[in-house]
């Protein structure tokens, strides 16, 4: 059985949706792939729109439940939840969530970058700024849960996710890291599990069916894999890189985790870093015994940010071994065999594959070809079972940044750059060239796939497009 198809039932099974639904970030069960017949090959901002409708700013990703499309946005002060009519784009409800705080954010990042969830009661939604917000299908708040303050020093970014009558997110930052799960009748905390290993991320978990469920969340360092009803570590896998913002993908039986840290977490670049007590001695100008950021060396200034983890403007003892293990972690995608127990790093491992990989971007797996798109637009497709690179180029008419990640359908896979530039492949490894367009519009959010329709989300609009045959009904 190809993995394709095999993937396609863990997705439906982990999620509980309709075939035509895309009810979290990145569609069913975080896979991307949705195979809904008669998808346009050519899509842009005069090319097979079948609705389009203004938005205020917000870097989530549509989700799709029913008749109904459900987004995240910020309209000057305000964290909003709206909600539009798949069939022609109509506003149907917006809501407002509590703001008590404004956390920090780096400028690429936003008060409405998580992706909300959806099942057939309801939406729920995260703001770093507030916590968790549910409401029904008509708009009214069924349940609020505050959570944070917060200290990624991006902002946040990870989006919950629904399974098993849970809401489950994971909330990394630089201490205090944490993954729970919520009722998702009511929004109390039924469990949470610290992630002390974790200090900087992004990755929205996925899941793995089975008695029990299982969660698979990349963090810094490793990927960690609980019991669904308890919260309960089941197993991990080290070795990953300091910095997940990417998500996982998951096969029939392996789960593919990448991550890209910095230049300096290539393979072969990694600092060699002395003991903080050595250390300590070679820089501690004032000899008071611990080391600002003026008397760092110039690499330890450039990541001061992320080293001094509780924002005190030293670098302590244990901070120091904090960054030893980020700067001796390499970038990478690497795959993991599922259904394991306690430390699975070495027993588990199928393969690795550690150049041009993204930042940010999550794999699509799709008719058995791993795709894989970095920030820089470099494409390289891989055979899943082994990680052998089938092909690797940049997108034609594509040198740009990508922060969407692809998404896959109907024998297609799509690409959208950060200045919105538009590339379609016909699937296979051979990155065969269909479209390449251009929406001249800021583009973060992924696109959604659904009924023979694509909805893509740019800076200023959503856009709903189809087929001509579609376009027409």
Request: glycine residues 10%; hydrophobic residues 40%; negative net charge.
């Amino acid at each position: 059985m190809r993995i394709s198809v095999v993937l396609t039932a863990l997705c439906l099974a982990a999620t509980e949706v309709a075939a035509g639904d895309w009810p979290r970030f990145r569609g069913p069960n975080g896979s991307g792939v949705a195979e809904t017949p008669g998808l346009p090959s050519e899509i842009g901002p005069a090319k097979n729109v079948v609705w389009k409708a203004a938005l205020p700013p917000g870097h989530s990703s549509p989700v799709l439940l029913g008749d109904r499309i459900f987004l995240t946005a910020s309209d000057g002060e305000r964290l909003l939840t709206l909600c539009l009519r798949q069939s022609d784009g109509r506003e149907l409800w917006r809501r407002e969530a509590p703001r008590p705080r404004r956390e920090a954010l780096d400028r690429r990042n936003g008060p409405a970058s998580a992706s909300p969830a959806a099942d057939s009661k309801q939406v729920v939604v995260f703001f770093g700024d507030y916590g968790l917000v549910a409401y029904d299908h008509e708009g009214k708040e069924r349940w609020r849960t505050p959570l944070g303050p917060f200290d990624n020093v991006y902002g946040m970014g990870g989006s919950p996710i629904l399974v098993d009558g849970l809401v489950v997110v994971v909330c990394d930052q630089s201490r205090g890291s944490f993954a729970a799960g919520f009722d998702a009748e009511t929004g109390r905390e039924l469990w949470r599990t610290a992630r002390p290993e974790a200090f900087s991320g992004h990755s929205t978990p996925i899941v793995h069916p089975g008695d029990p469920t299982e969660i698979l969340a990349p963090g810094s360092l490793r990927l960690d894999v609980y019991d669904a009803r308890t919260g309960e570590i089941r197993w991990w896998a080290s070795k990953l890189p300091s910095e997940m913002k990417s998500g996982a993908v998951l096969s029939e039986d392996t789960v593919y985790v990448v991550g890209y840290s910095s230049p300096l977490n290539e393979p072969g670049s990694n600092p060699q870093l002395p003991p903080y007590p050595e250390w300590v001695a070679s820089r501690d100008a004032d000899k008071d015994g611990r080391i600002a950021k003026a008397e760092a060396d110039e690499t330890t200034q450039r990541f001061f940010d992320f080293i001094d983890l509780d924002k005190d403007g030293f670098v302590s003892d244990g901070e120091w071994k904090s960054n030893q293990a980020m700067m001796a972690a390499e970038n990478g995608l690497l795959a993991f065999r599922l259904r394991g127990k306690g430390d699975v790093s070495r027993s588990a491992l199928v393969w690795k594959y550690q150049r041009a990989v993204p930042q940010l971007p999550t794999p699509v797996l799709y008719r058995d070809v791993l795709y894989m798109i970095n920030d820089g637009g470099i494409l390289t497709t891989l055979d899943p079972r082994t990680g052998a690179v089938l092909k690797q180029g940049r997108l034609r008419d594509a040198v740009d940044q990508y922060f969407a990640s692809p998404v896959a359908g109907d024998g297609k896979v799509y690409f959208v750059s950060h200045t919105g530039i538009v590339s379609v492949l016909r699937a296979g490894a051979a990155q065969e060239p269909l479209f390449s367009g251009d929406f001249d519009d800021e583009v973060t959010a992924t696109p959604a796939l659904a009924d023979g329709r694509i909805y893509l989300r740019t800076r200023s609009t959503l856009y709903c497009f189809g087929a001509p045959a579609a376009s027409a009904r």
